[in-house]
């Protein structure tokens, strides 16, 4: 199965500032990936899909790139809400599979 | 709008098996993928599986046969069954969908299993 390294595992800053987060695959997954936004005792909610495209009502400060096996989500200026754990998942191939998480913190 | 409730035990003992349900409201169960994923406190998502609304199912391989998924379209719910559990199966279950997108657009807010004696 495709493992799905997701760096760094805790990314600590203050509102306002920009958030880059990194996924890497251990093999070409082509744009078939997605990122999703998690708040505790939530379930994940849908931010980017096939890499670049935002989901519905999803906000223009989250943006995702990359192809291949190298992919980055931005928050281009952090609010509030946006302070929660971010996972990056495939659909290239079955077993679909997720990053372990970036935490993004309050500095 | 379309919304998705897990339910089932809290708690399950070793060798036993856990059974879920997932209700969908709001919207047709037809025509969509449903999976089920699972969250071991404190750790990262693994899916277990999805079925296509007319019962035709793909299980994770890692989970070694343990798995069978169901759907009911007449009460618009799908299920998941996951025999001779271990500790190591003590997570949080999601049941979500797969939408238009291809992708996990909506999803369940978990229910936790607790594997115990």
């Known amino acids: 199965e495709i493992v799905l390294t997701q760096s760094p595992a805790t990314l600590s800053l203050s509102p306002g500032e920009r958030a880059t987060l990194s996924c890497r695959a251990s093999?070409?997954?082509?744009?078939?990936l997605a990122w999703y936004k998690q708040k505790a005792g939530q379930g994940p909610r849908l931010l980017i899909y096939d890499a670049s495209n935002r989901a519905a009502d999803i906000p223009a400060r989250f943006s995702g790139s990359g192809s291949g096996a190298d992919f980055t989500l931005t928050i281009s200026s952090l609010e509030p809400e946006d302070f929660a754990v971010y996972y990056c998942q495939h659909r290239s191939s079955w077993p679909w599979t997720f990053g372990q998480g970036t935490k993004v913190e309050i500095k | 709008q379309v919304q998705l409730q897990e339910s089932g035990p809290g708690l399950v003992k070793p060798s036993e098996t856990l059974s879920l349900t997932c209700t969908v409201s709001?919207?047709?169960?037809?025509?969509?993928?449903w999976s089920w994923i699972r969250q071991p406190p404190g750790k990262g998502l693994e899916t277990i599986g999805y079925?296509?609304?007319?019962?035709?199912?793909n299980y994770n391989p890692s989970l070694g046969g343990r798995v069978t998924m169901s759907v009911d379209t007449s009460k618009n719910q799908f299920s998941l069954k996951l025999t001779s559990v271990t500790a190591a199966d003590t997570a949080v279950f999601y049941c979500?969908?797969?939408?238009?997108?291809?992708?996990?657009?909506?999803w369940g807010r978990g229910t936790l299993v607790t594997v115990s004696s």
């Open positions: 079925i296509y609304s007319t019962g035709s199912a």
């Open positions: 979500a969908r797969r939408g238009q997108l291809m992708y996990l657009d909506l």
């Open positions: 709001g919207g047709s169960i037809s025509y969509y993928y």
């Open positions: 093999q070409s997954v082509g744009t078939y």
